[in-house]
């Protein structure tokens, strides 16, 4: 009877352990929930990084990248010359990653310096898009990011006709710039406000009033390909896009630079050495200096720009152009 009853506690305890485990990380009061299926871990730490994940299993974007961080990247965003004082914040950033961190963002990576590149690159895409910096601002001309929040005196309300069946214009909305990474047409508003349960069709003021929204507008455009048969950015920057011969031919590679390639196009990329690709990657680089990752960390020049590519996209209305 004693042997059966330590079998039948032993049992117990394997299912315990192969279900689920809690252990505190980090901060002793953050929880980490683990079970494992199929001989996958999968973990659940509340809050920020919730749903049962294998990513949920690495560092969350908080263990790493902090308010002094942030501050430190746009360090200029709430001076009086600033056109959005008051309006982008850590705690927006970090409610909105906290969406996107199940599906990879910022927790893709068995080591906190690749992701912090991540999180490096998509704030220099952020940074380059919103900034009113120039060549002798205060703190020099990459101090400057998410001074905007919206297009300023947009020449047109990008109402694109040929979408009315399924993204119809709604009478009086205009569809100009906003966001961290500005989006742009009636139909990027539409598919942007599916995503995120938000009406952004009708509604596409929206994104300019909450700066919540305006970063997960942005994070969902880097978590999401363009098009069905091409990677996301997301997936080009971790690695998880393996060129065809057809990419290698044309010169994508996995890398920062091919994230400005399906994100813009030839509006920034294929034009040889062109401001608007240095202005991106000199952000990128820049904040990677910041967070003490450091821009060597980024790899050599051809997978850094994005200049001789041959743009996924060509001469198509991207989500950001």
Request: aromatic content about 14%; charged content about 15%.
């Amino acid at each position: 009877m004693a042997n059966q009853n330590a079998i039948v506690l032993l049992l117990a305890f394997v299912i315990l352990l192969t279900d689920v485990a809690t252990t505190v990380q980090g901060d002793s009061t953050k929880k980490t929930l683990v079970k494992y299926k199929h001989g996958k871990k999968y973990c659940d730490q509340g809050w920020e990084c919730q749903g049962w994940s294998i990513y949920c299993c690495n560092l969350t974007i908080t263990d790493y990248f902090q308010t002094y961080q942030f501050e430190n990247l746009f360090s200029m965003r709430n001076s009086p010359v600033a056109h959005a004082v008051g309006f982008w914040d850590y705690h927006s950033f970090i409610a909105a990653a906290s969406i996107f961190e199940p599906q990879g963002f910022g927790t893709t990576g068995k080591n906190k310096t690749f992701q912090m590149m991540e999180i490096a690159a998509f704030l220099g895409h952020v940074g380059s898009k919103t900034s009113c910096g120039y060549g002798v601002a205060t703190g020099g001309p990459l101090a400057w990011g998410l001074c905007y929040n919206h297009e300023m005196s947009p020449s047109q309300t990008y109402c694109d006709d040929y979408y009315k069946l399924t993204y119809p214009c709604t009478p009086g909305a205009e569809y100009y710039g906003r966001g961290a990474i500005p989006i742009y047409w009636n139909y990027n508003y539409g598919a942007a406000g599916e995503a995120l349960k938000v009406n952004l069709l009708d509604h596409p003021e929206y994104i300019e009033q909450n700066a919540t929204l305006a970063f997960q507008a942005a994070m969902w455009r880097w978590m999401n390909p363009i098009k069905k048969s091409q990677p996301s950015a997301h997936d080009i920057f971790v690695g998880n896009w393996k060129p065809t011969k057809n990419d290698t031919m044309e010169k994508r590679v996995p890398g920062f630079g091919s994230t400005m390639n399906v994100l813009y196009g030839d509006s920034v990329c294929g034009q040889g050495d062109v401001d608007a690709m240095n202005n991106i990657v000199s952000h990128y680089l820049y904040y990677l200096d910041l967070l003490g990752v450091g821009r060597e960390q980024a790899g050599p020049h051809e997978f850094l720009t994005c200049g001789e590519q041959v743009p996924f996209n060509p001469s198509s209305k991207s989500a950001s152009s």
